[in-house]
């Protein structure tokens, strides 16, 4: 949708596509995040309530550096000006989407709350959304709920089947006692935090590069998630680092898979694409670098609503 908006008002197409990609990954920080659930899945005792409030912080940071950076380049490029902000279009368009944006507040707030576990408040999530959709929008024909089920199943599937398989390669992982391994070949390297950190964000941003996001967390949460706990790092803070790396990758050639869909939707290269996305590229790892050593980015929200007991 968004693309050929911006086409269509004179951005760039190339441009238009850059924005559209980079800005997706705060929705991966931005709960509720189902990513952080399968994380939270790999890492054993991790609050999943911590772990949405870990990433509201990092996700607004995220999205307001790339708006700065935005801005600059659309008035050093001339770009349109869009309409002014009104606040009766604004609150219109809230009213509209009152029903829809309850279906976030039943999933976030009951879980952080305490009212629902993360499997309760997406059943009840999911019967909300159906009434939602069918009785009160009604954009969608009761007819194709059958179709809609059979895709959500075929999709399911082949998601339990990846977290079947990578549970079962972690446990080959900890038998052979590679994170042991992997943990006395870092510290060999260096026993400063700091250092460590850069080696394990250099690993995730290489292997977002070429590999599943969710095989990914899956497999080398429980490797690298110790070595994390043994410099003193937070499993919220860990996983918010995890996902923030691995969103980045999905916008890195050679594998990137949102990549691939900007190309589908725009008509673009993948080479003129990820040419346009070096600048956002250099802004998404300054916000990872602060949200790697400023811990409290990431832990103030859920320390101070959901605070350990």
């Given at each position: 949708?968004?693309?050929?908006?911006?086409?269509?008002?004179?951005?760039?197409?190339?441009?238009a596509?850059?924005?559209?990609?980079?800005?997706?990954?705060?929705?991966?920080?931005?709960?509720?995040?189902h990513?952080?659930?399968?994380?939270a899945?790999?890492?054993?005792?991790?609050?999943?309530?911590?772990?949405?409030?870990?990433?509201?912080?990092?996700?607004?940071?995220?999205?307001?550096?790339?708006?700065?950076?935005?801005?600059?380049?659309?008035?050093?490029?001339?770009?349109?000006?869009?309409?002014?902000?009104?606040?009766?279009?604004?609150?219109?368009?809230?009213?509209?989407?009152?029903?829809?944006?309850?279906?976030?507040?039943?999933?976030?707030?009951?879980?952080?709350?305490?009212?629902?576990?993360?499997?309760?408040?997406?059943?009840?999530?999911?019967?909300?959304?159906?009434?939602?959709?069918?009785?009160?929008?009604?954009?969608?024909?009761?007819?194709?709920?059958?179709?809609?089920?059979?895709?959500?199943?075929?999709?399911?599937?082949?998601?339990m089947?990846v977290?079947?398989?990578?549970?079962?390669?972690?446990?080959?992982?900890?038998?052979?006692?590679?994170?042991?391994?992997?943990?006395?070949?870092?510290?060999?390297?260096?026993?400063?935090?700091?250092?460590?950190?850069?080696?394990?964000?250099?690993?995730?941003?290489?292997?977002?590069?070429?590999?599943?996001?969710?095989?990914?967390?899956?497999?080398?949460?429980?490797?690298?998630?110790?070595?994390?706990?043994?410099?003193?790092?937070?499993p919220?803070?860990?996983?918010v680092?995890?996902?923030?790396?691995?969103?980045?990758?999905?916008?890195?050639?050679?594998?990137?898979?949102?990549?691939?869909?900007?190309?589908?939707?725009?008509?673009?290269?993948?080479?003129?694409?990820?040419?346009?996305?070096?600048?956002?590229?250099?802004?998404?790892?300054?916000?990872?670098?602060?949200?790697t050593?400023?811990?409290?980015?990431?832990?103030?929200?859920?320390?101070?609503?959901?605070?350990?007991?």
């Amino acid at each position: 949708m968004l693309i050929p908006m911006m086409e269509k008002d004179g951005y760039d197409t190339d441009f238009a596509t850059a924005v559209t990609l980079s800005s997706s990954v705060q929705g991966i920080l931005i709960p509720p995040s189902h990513n952080m659930v399968i994380y939270a899945l790999a890492a054993g005792s991790v609050s999943i309530g911590r772990l949405f409030l870990g990433g509201m912080v990092p996700g607004i940071i995220l999205g307001v550096a790339l708006m700065i950076f935005s801005y600059f380049v659309s008035v050093k490029r001339n770009y349109p000006v869009g309409d002014k902000f009104n606040l009766l279009h604004f609150l219109r368009s809230a009213g509209s989407s009152f029903w829809g944006l309850g279906t976030v507040v039943i999933v976030v707030v009951g879980v952080v709350a305490g009212i629902f576990t993360a499997t309760e408040s997406a059943a009840i999530a999911v019967l909300y959304a159906f009434l939602v959709t069918f009785f009160i929008y009604r954009e969608i024909p009761l007819k194709e709920v059958f179709g809609i089920l059979y895709r959500s199943v075929k999709t399911l599937s082949v998601v339990m089947i990846v977290v079947a398989m990578a549970t079962a390669f972690g446990w080959l992982v900890s038998y052979l006692q590679i994170p042991k391994m992997l943990t006395d070949a870092i510290f060999s390297f260096s026993t400063n935090k700091f250092v460590i950190l850069i080696i394990m964000n250099i690993l995730l941003l290489f292997l977002g590069a070429f590999l599943n996001m969710v095989s990914i967390i899956l497999i080398m949460t429980p490797i690298l998630l110790p070595i994390a706990q043994t410099i003193g790092i937070d499993p919220v803070h860990f996983g918010v680092i995890m996902i923030l790396n691995l969103g980045i990758g999905l916008i890195t050639p050679p594998v990137g898979t949102v990549l691939y869909i900007g190309s589908a939707v725009s008509g673009l290269s993948i080479e003129k694409i990820s040419k346009a996305l070096l600048p956002f590229y250099g802004v998404m790892i300054l916000v990872l670098l602060l949200v790697t050593y400023v811990p409290q980015v990431v832990m103030f929200v859920p320390d101070l609503l959901m605070p350990l007991k």
